[in-house]
C-alpha cells in the first residue's frame, strides 16, 4: 500500500471553488477505486496550501485508477472545472509508504 500525497497551492481568493472541487473528488476517488482519505482546505495558516490524500495499491494500481478517473464523467467534469476557473495554481504528486506501521493503542488521558 502507498499513499499518494497532492500538494496544491491555490488561489486564496477561490477557496469555495477548491471545495467543489474537492467534495467532486470525494465522489468520483473512491468509485473509481482509490482509498480517499481526504482533501484538506486552507484553515490557519497558510491561505494557498490545501491536500489531497489517498491509499492506492501499487504505482500498477495507480495507473489503472487513474485511466478510470480520467474515463469518469463527474473526473471529466472536475478536470473542466478546475481549468476553467484556475483556482490551482501549482500541483505537486509524492507516493510515500507508511514506516510506522503497525501503531500503538491510542491512550487518551
Known amino acids: 500500500m502507498i499513499t499518494c500525497f497532492i500538494r496544491y497551492e491555490i488561489d486564496p481568493f477561490k477557496k469555495d471553488d477548491f471545495t467543489e472541487y474537492a467534495r467532486n473528488w470525494g465522489q ?63 500541483e505537486d504528486r509524492i507516493f510515500l509508504k507508511n514506516v510506522s506501521m503497525p501503531h500503538g493503542a491510542l491512550v487518551k488521558p
Do not use: M, W
Open 28 to 90: 468520483a476517488i473512491p468509485r473509481c477505486g482509490a482509498d480517499l482519505i481526504g482533501y484538506f482546505g486552507p484553515h490557519e495558516g497558510s491561505a494557498t496550501t490545501a491536500y489531497g490524500v489517498y491509499n492506492i495499491d501499487s504505482l500498477a494500481a495507480y495507473e489503472a485508477y487513474r485511466a478510470r478517473l480520467t474515463a469518469d464523467p463527474l473526473g471529466q467534469e472536475n478536470y473542466a472545472f478546475s481549468k476553467r476557473e484556475r483556482f490551482i495554481l501549482k
